[in-house]
């Protein structure tokens, strides 16, 4: 299967953006944001502290935070988590429950993906 990468666009609302490269994880339910760019790209961090444990079992204590995301020109709200104390080895990690709200489908063998821009209903 092959590694889907791309350039994001990461700000707060109102704000310039910030490119970046991102890594789409399928294998990820969350988004992490590496917390240098969550904060070249302004994104509002909470001083909460919540814990996650990852696929290997490691606990990650995070802060949460929020802003706006840009991919392929669909805007979206996103709500990731910045690790306190952990330098990450892929510094923005899509997961699977921005790829849900934003209508991502990903393609591994042909290492691309598509985005619906539109709105999940409930």
């Given at each position: 299967m092959g590694e889907i990468r791309?350039?994001?666009?990461?700000s707060f609302v109102g704000k310039d953006g910030l490119e970046v490269e991102a890594f789409f994880d399928s294998g990820a339910t969350i988004t992490v944001i590496d917390r240098e760019i969550a904060k070249k790209a302004e994104l509002l961090i909470s001083p909460t502290i919540v814990t996650f444990k990852t696929a290997s079992g490691e606990e990650i204590q995070c802060n949460p935070a929020m802003g706006m995301i840009k991919i392929k020109g669909c805007l979206s709200p996103i709500l990731a988590q910045i690790p306190?104390?952990?330098?990450l080895v892929e510094p923005v990690v899509i997961g699977l429950v921005q790829m849900e709200l934003m209508g991502?489908?990903?393609?591994?063998?042909?290492?691309?993906y598509s985005v619906s821009c539109k709105i999940p209903r409930i």
């Open positions: 791309d350039k994001v666009e990461l306190i104390d952990k330098k991502i489908t990903l393609n591994p063998q042909e290492k691309s």
